[in-house]
């Protein structure tokens, strides 16, 4: 089992809809949360981070947390054609030093 | 402008050279990473540093190796041990009170 798994996508959406990213983890120590956002052909930029059960809004972002069932998702809200790109999920645990701990990423697709 | 700065862009390699990716932060933060990303793949760790003067093999460390004598600096050796080195190459660094990791812009390298 991987420790971070994303469904590889492409998950497509029309502009203006809700897209819906999700991400199981496999470590019940894991206390950070990160989702990061890849263009292709571009490094990873950080969008949203979360550490405590609930929802966090940024914007057309909400990351939304569940250590009970241990998964991440992150919603984007009135998407756009600009949104499209790769999500990656990203978890650290909370004992010593700990490597963060990358998904393979999901493929979003905004059609205009 | 606070941030890490990753050179060159893009690099060419010829059989049997080694070559150095520079990567500097200015951040001030302790934990910094290398990472290499092939085409349609996610991140794979190929080294890290917790500190100067000390870091640690990651998943892919073969053909690879580092130095740590700065704390603002991190530069990965490309050897002619890597049979395979071409791929986008990603420097990161990690800290502050939210231990967030920041990514620079990453190098391209290809073999001739």
């Known amino acids: 089992q991987k420790e971070v798994e994303q469904n590889s996508g492409p998950l497509s959406v029309p502009e203006g809809a809700i897209a819906s990213l999700n991400c199981t983890y496999s470590?019940?120590?894991?206390?950070?949360f990160f989702w990061y956002r890849q263009y292709s052909g571009k490094s990873p930029e950080l969008i949203m981070s979360?550490?405590?059960?609930g929802d966090k809004e940024d914007g057309r972002f909400t990351a939304q947390l569940n250590k009970a069932s241990q998964y991440v998702s992150l919603l984007i809200r009135d998407s756009q054609p600009s949104d499209s790109a790769t999500y990656l999920c990203a978890v650290i645990g909370n004992t010593g030093f700990q490597k963060l701990v990358f998904g393979t990423g999901t493929r979003l697709l905004v059609s205009p | 402008d606070g941030g890490i700065t990753q050179s060159p862009k893009y690099l060419f390699r010829k059989e049997g050279q080694n070559v150095t990716l520079s990567c500097e932060q200015n951040?001030?933060?302790?934990?910094m990473y290398w990472y290499r990303q092939d085409p349609g793949q996610g991140l794979r760790l190929i080294y890290y540093?917790?500190?100067?003067?000390?870091?640690q093999k990651g998943d892919i460390a073969e053909g690879y190796s580092v130095s740590r004598e700065k704390k603002e600096s991190f530069p990965l050796t490309v050897t002619s041990a890597q049979k395979n080195p071409t791929a986008f190459y990603l420097c990161?660094?990690?800290?502050?009170?939210?231990?967030?990791?920041?990514f620079g812009a990453g190098t391209r390298l290809s073999v001739l």
């Open positions: 951040l001030n933060h302790d934990a």
């Open positions: 540093s917790q500190i100067v003067n000390d870091f």
């Open positions: 979360i550490y405590s059960n």
């Open positions: 470590d019940r120590v894991s206390q950070s």
């Open positions: 990161a660094s990690r800290g502050g009170p939210k231990n967030i990791q920041y």
